[in-house]
């Protein structure tokens, strides 16, 4: 999509909200930097009243930080809040996958077939493309739970999380080892084994939280 267009459904509150958790997420938005408002809401084609709708979102979301009558800074990275984010994931992400594996119908193990077709294509892939896979193989667990309340508080602390991923990604060992986990996961969910789906899950969030520790 061409920067400033805005897709079908969405409000350009939504819009400049979406775009400006992404970059910060991949990092062109860089922790610490300050947040330029009138260079983006040119870009994105959004006027000043989407704009602080997005940034007070983005506030709320950990992923700003507002200081009146000096500016808006993108908050930092810092291994105090991977602790914090970590140990909320283990039990939303655990309460997750065992949710998945008790609710599963023959149409979403369709789903999570493919996921594990996707894996067993990506395990020479880059760490960016790893990411991505990653992304995506929670995000489906999440929509297979079916519990919208859980879900947007999963994707919040999964956003802040791939952040932390991108921010030391440079200094990282390949990751597809740590992606690859989620063939066991996906195998639990799709046998209806909540118990073990639960468990790979909470220790897949452990190995995340313990990969990161070691390049922050």
């Not at 908050?75 to 809040?81: F, G, K, L, W």
């Not at 283990?90 to 997750?96: C, I, K, P, S």
């Not at 297979?144 to 932390?164: D, G, H, K, P």
């Amino acid at each position: 999509m061409a920067e400033g267009t805005i897709a079908v459904g969405r409000t350009r509150a939504e819009h400049a909200y979406l775009e400006l958790r992404e970059r910060i997420i991949d990092m062109r938005l860089p922790p610490g930097a300050a947040l330029d408002e009138e260079a983006l809401m040119a870009e994105l084609g959004v006027g000043r009243t989407p704009m602080r709708e997005a940034v007070k979102r983005l506030e709320s979301d950990r992923m700003l930080t507002v200081y009146p009558r000096r500016g808006t800074i993108i908050a930092d990275v810092n291994i105090r809040d991977l602790k914090a984010i970590s140990d909320a994931r283990r039990v939303l992400e655990a309460f997750a996958a065992r949710r998945a594996a008790e609710l599963a119908t023959d149409e979403d193990r369709v789903r999570l077939k493919e996921c594990l077709q996707s894996l067993a294509e990506a395990a020479s892939e880059s760490n960016r493309a790893s990411i991505d896979l990653d992304e995506q193989i929670h995000r489906t667990v999440y929509a297979i739970m079916r519990n919208s309340y859980v879900e947007a508080t999963l994707t919040q602390y999964f956003s802040l999380s791939q952040r932390m991923w991108n921010f030391v990604l440079s200094g990282m060992a390949p990751i597809t080892g740590n992606v690859q986990e989620h063939v066991a996961l996906l195998n639990a969910i799709i046998d209806g084994d909540a118990d073990l789906a639960a468990a790979i899950a909470e220790e897949h969030v452990t190995h995340f939280e313990e990969l990161v520790r070691s390049a922050l």
